[in-house]
């Protein structure tokens, strides 16, 4: 059964850092393409990072970029999406998803972020 679990979320000051993990089970993790997505109240679900399965290279939205860091850990099937200097514009459902190009694609059910004082 395939399966991803984030976690990490949470409430969070401007200015300040979380860190989301995504376990992955149920499928060949290091070949898949693994991404971060958002979702805030009332706008569509935008791409925050994705990283490669293969090469680990890297890529992010111009709103996370300096600020975010996807990194891998295929030993232990995880995703993570290190997140300094947090905004209140970066609050919203973060979703981990996997996806190769022959098709496979599989979610998450997200973990809340809230930046707020």
């Known amino acids: 059964q395939v399966q991803l679990v984030e976690s990490g979320g949470g409430l969070v000051q401007p200015g300040g850092s979380l860190r989301l993990s995504c376990a992955a089970s149920?499928?060949?993790?290091?070949?898949?393409?693994m991404r971060w997505y958002r979702q805030a109240p009332g706008k569509e679900r935008e791409l925050v990072a994705y990283?490669?399965?293969?090469?680990?290279?890297?890529n992010y939205a111009d709103d996370v970029k300096g600020r975010f860091t996807i990194s891998r850990d295929n030993a232990k099937n995880t995703v993570y999406l290190q997140m300094n200097s947090l905004k209140p514009e970066d609050t919203a459902i973060y979703y981990c998803?996997?996806?190769?190009?022959?098709?496979?694609?599989?979610w998450g059910k997200g973990t809340l972020v809230t930046v707020s004082s």
């Open positions: 149920g499928f060949t993790f290091s070949s898949y393409r």
């Open positions: 998803n996997a996806f190769r190009f022959d098709g496979m694609d599989y």
């Open positions: 990283i490669k399965s293969v090469g680990g290279t890297t």
